[in-house]
């Protein structure tokens, strides 16, 4: 079966590895669109923690966590070195011992039904900064061995190898469908047409002009995220630091070879898709970075990056079939989650397309629901 993958941001780059894996013939097209989220995105998988009462989009966090290091080792079997994952587990930290009770609580309720959330461990303060050596003194912590961090760039580039390693032709280009009455036929780009017998569109924040010739207003937002990566001198373990959590919305994540990132902004009165790095964005990193890791004031500046975080509506991914046409399947509206759910979510869409079961009942993923807006 042939089938192309428009978008290759870390849904599209899984679903074309799942493919490839499969047998498929698989094309990827993508057009490299600076603001790309999956090049911004550094990296939490940790979502047992997570407040949000959507026991749908629990399901596909969950899901995605747990699907994992099975990937990982099957990348790393075929030769993957670098996938930018780690175990390394997180810390949720608070000054307030009450709030680390509700923490607790709720990863204890969750443990039955997700043993990959690991030990749960409550840390004194100090205990807490011998983990992570940067942090203010006076948090203490929740720490879950199961969490893991991922560098969004790494793990892409590693799923986009491996499936051009077992076939995949990757392209360059601006894709736009090719259509008959009721069926997607292929796709062109750059001046080419390529006929396929299934259609996947993972093109994120820009999904709407996609399916937009087939008379669908796909009703898909974002949101501009920053993200500051900074390196520290003196510590020498930082690969196996845990991810921190902090009680505001800006985590602390540590990389290999000293780097530390810290972030991000969640900016919704954006003008178009422009990735300009603000001062007011790199101020509000710093200020709540600063506030929670004073140990970083004398790290040394790399660089900010800049991403689009697609939301489609209820902030509930859809995934499957367009509705009213055959040849097209589609998943968007990842959200802040992206990097968590993308492999799996790729995962199913491969299954899809070569007309395999999904893992899940797909119903309350519905693409209805990002083209009604309801
Ligand atoms: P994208 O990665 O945006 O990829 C879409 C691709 O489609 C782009 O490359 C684009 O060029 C291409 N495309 C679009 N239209 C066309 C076309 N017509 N032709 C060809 N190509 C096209 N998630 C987590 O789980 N944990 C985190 O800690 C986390 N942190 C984040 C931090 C930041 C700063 C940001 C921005 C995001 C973060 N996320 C996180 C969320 C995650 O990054 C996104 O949800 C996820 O990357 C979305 O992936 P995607 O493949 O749907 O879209």
């Known amino acids: 079966k042939k089938v192309i993958v428009i978008g290759a941001g870390i849904l599209g780059a899984s679903a074309a590895y799942q493919l490839a894996v499969m047998g498929a013939e698989v094309l990827i097209i993508d057009r490299q669109d600076p603001g790309q989220a999956t090049d911004a995105a550094a990296g939490i998988i940790c979502p047992w923690l997570s407040q949000r009462r959507n026991q749908a989009w629990y399901r596909l966090a969950k899901s995605g966590a747990r699907f994992y290091p099975e990937l990982i080792s099957q990348l790393k079997e075929g030769g993957e070195a670098h996938t930018g994952y780690a175990r390394v587990g997180a810390l949720s930290i608070h000054t307030d011992e009450g709030k680390l009770?509700?923490?607790?609580?709720?990863?204890?309720?969750?443990?039955?039904?997700?043993?990959?959330?690991?030990?749960?461990?409550?840390?004194?303060?100090?205990?807490?900064?011998?983990?992570?050596?940067?942090?203010?003194?006076?948090?203490?912590?929740?720490?879950?061995?199961?969490?893991?961090?991922?560098?969004?760039?790494?793990?892409?580039?590693?799923?986009?190898?491996?499936?051009?390693?077992?076939?995949?032709?990757?392209?360059?280009?601006?894709?736009?469908?090719?259509?008959?009455?009721?069926?997607?036929?292929?796709?062109?780009?750059?001046?080419?047409?390529?006929?396929?017998?299934?259609?996947?569109?993972?093109?994120?924040?820009?999904?709407?002009?996609?399916?937009?010739?087939?008379?669908?207003?796909?009703?898909?937002?974002?949101?501009?995220?920053?993200?500051?990566?900074?390196?520290?001198?003196?510590?020498?373990?930082?690969?196996?630091?845990?991810?921190?959590?902090?009680?505001?919305?800006?985590?602390?994540?540590?990389?290999?070879?000293?780097?530390?990132?810290?972030?991000?902004?969640?900016?919704?009165?954006?003008e178009g898709y422009n990735t300009r790095v603000t001062v007011g964005g790199m101020q509000e990193i710093l200020a709540k970075g600063l506030e929670v890791a004073p140990g970083l004031a004398d790290g040394t500046y790399s660089e900010v990056r800049v991403g689009f975080r697609p939301f489609t509506p209820g902030f509930l991914p859809v995934i499957g079939a367009v509705p009213g046409w055959s040849g097209v399947l589609a998943a968007n509206g990842l959200g802040a989650s992206g990097l968590t759910m993308g492999p799996y979510i790729g995962y199913q869409l491969a299954k899809l397309a070569l007309g395999r079961e999904p893992d899940l009942e797909l119903d309350d993923y519905s693409l209805q629901r990002a083209i009604m807006g309801g």
């Not at 004194?124 to 992570?132: G, P």
């Not at 203010?136 to 199961?146: C, F, L, N, Q, T």
């Not at 997607?184 to 299934?198: F, L, Q, R, S």
Request: net charge negative; proline share 5%; charged share 20%.
């Open 101 to 270: 009770d509700k923490i607790e609580e709720r990863a204890r309720m969750r443990l039955a039904d997700a043993p990959e959330i690991g030990v749960i461990t409550r840390l004194s303060a100090q205990q807490t900064r011998e983990r992570f050596p940067l942090l203010a003194e006076g948090y203490a912590s929740v720490h879950i061995s199961g969490a893991a961090r991922v560098d969004g760039r790494a793990l892409r580039d590693a799923l986009l190898h491996s499936a051009q390693q077992q076939g995949a032709v990757m392209v360059t280009g601006d894709a736009t469908l090719a259509f008959e009455p009721g069926r997607v036929t292929g796709v062109h780009a750059g001046g080419h047409y390529y006929p396929a017998d299934e259609v996947i569109i993972c093109a994120g924040a820009w999904a709407n002009p996609v399916l937009r010739p087939l008379g669908i207003d796909f009703k898909v937002s974002y949101q501009k995220g920053q993200i500051m990566h900074l390196q520290v001198s003196d510590h020498k373990d930082t690969e196996v630091w845990p991810v921190v959590i902090p009680p505001s919305d800006q985590y602390l994540l540590a990389f290999a070879r000293q780097q530390i990132v810290i972030g991000a902004t969640h900016e919704n009165d954006i």
